[in-house]
């Protein structure tokens, strides 16, 4: 199967002239059908590589994650009068079997938007409880009324890459060789959206895929509100002269590296968010900007540390390691939307950091 996604990257890079832009090779190692990483069999989401899975999710990691963010989807709903959640990206099903549980009658009708045909099967089984409510979308509707949960979604939309070479940016894409592939450089006119004194050999990357994700999103919510949760940094931190390798990376059996170019299909290829892009993107669209915060002051807002007072000491454990800095609590950032005026949001009561942006 590898093999065959890798015939097809092959065939696109000669289709193309020789060279392949990162976004374009980055969408089909991930998303090719039946063949790309999240749409083949190979096990994505579990706490241990022994599980044969390659990471770990926040819902994943506690059922707790859920029953904090359950709550500020449920003041979400009532703020706009919805009675939908859609959910992107949904993996594995942990967060929708927990919001839904904690939700209960709140719900009506939970959607579930996800380019992988197994891991909907995967889903179906888990979420059977709730089958009454729950649909599967191959696409958007002309209009959405409800709240957006995604949980790293944008992590895994295909970036472009930009080298700077000391005097000019070049766009950085793959050419096939002998044996495997390789980078090659290309006169681009695209640019990293912060000014800083780059240092020669400096490689980040953009986010056209992202950002217009928040536009499409944007234009189809007609009611609602929307919370994105991912790790990444805002602009000026994302672009600093100090980070000069970008934050491309991939992931397989609970280990990182930064090739994405070997175990095509086999891995993930993962890139930071910039939250000044994605926030930019919904507001000059329309949507107000709810406030963006790190993961820890956001559960913390939700009432975590309440749910951890009244689990068992094991699960308390797990459920530290969302809000500790070393772990996911301070890498991992949430930002809000909501259509019209807004509201005050639970999650952004304390902390927020929208001025960062």
Not at 257 to 279: E, Q, S, Y
Request: proline share 4%; with cysteine; net charge negative.
């Amino acid at each position: 199967m590898i093999h065959r996604l890798e015939q097809q990257i092959r065939d696109e890079i000669a289709a193309a002239g020789g060279w392949l832009g990162f976004e374009r090779f980055m969408a089909l190692a991930l998303y090719a059908p039946g063949l790309g990483y999240y749409a083949n069999e190979r096990r994505k989401f579990g706490r241990m590589p022994e599980s044969g899975s390659d990471f770990v999710t926040a819902p994943e990691l506690s059922p707790l994650f859920g029953r904090a963010l359950a709550r500020q989807v449920e003041q979400a709903l009532d703020a706009t009068g919805t009675d939908e959640v859609w959910e992107f990206g949904a993996g594995s099903g942990a967060l929708a079997a927990q919001l839904l549980e904690t939700l209960g009658d709140r719900v009506r009708r939970y959607r579930i938007v996800d380019l992988s045909g197994l891991l909907r099967e995967r889903q179906a089984e888990r979420l059977a409880a709730w089958s009454d409510k729950l649909e599967w979308m191959d696409r958007l509707p002309d209009a959405i009324e409800g709240v957006i949960v995604g949980n790293e979604v944008l992590d895994a939309m295909p970036v472009q890459l930009l080298h700077f070479d000391g005097e000019q940016w070049r766009e950085r894409g793959v050419v096939a060789l002998e044996t495997g592939f390789g980078w090659a450089d290309r006169a681009t006119e695209a640019r990293p959206p912060f000014s800083a004194p780059f240092v020669p050999d400096t490689l980040t990357e953009i986010h056209p895929q992202g950002e217009g994700f928040i536009r499409t999103l944007a234009a189809t919510l007609k009611r609602g509100a929307a919370f994105l949760i991912d790790y990444g940094f805002p602009e000026a931190e994302y672009y600093h002269p100090q980070r000069t390798g970008g934050t491309l990376m991939c992931h397989h059996e609970h280990k990182a590296d930064p090739d994405p170019l070997v175990r095509i299909g086999d891995k993930d290829i993962t890139a930071h968010v910039n939250f000044t892009g994605i926030a930019l993107a919904g507001q000059d669209a329309g949507l107000q900007v709810l406030g963006y915060t790190s993961q820890a002051n956001f559960l913390i807002n939700c009432g975590l540390v309440e749910l951890m007072g009244e689990a068992a000491l094991p699960e308390r454990a797990m459920a530290h390691r969302l809000i500790t800095e070393h772990e996911m609590g301070e890498l991992f950032k949430v930002v809000g939307f909501a259509t019209g005026e807004g509201f005050e949001a639970l999650g952004f009561a304390r902390g927020d950091r929208s001025h960062t942006l």
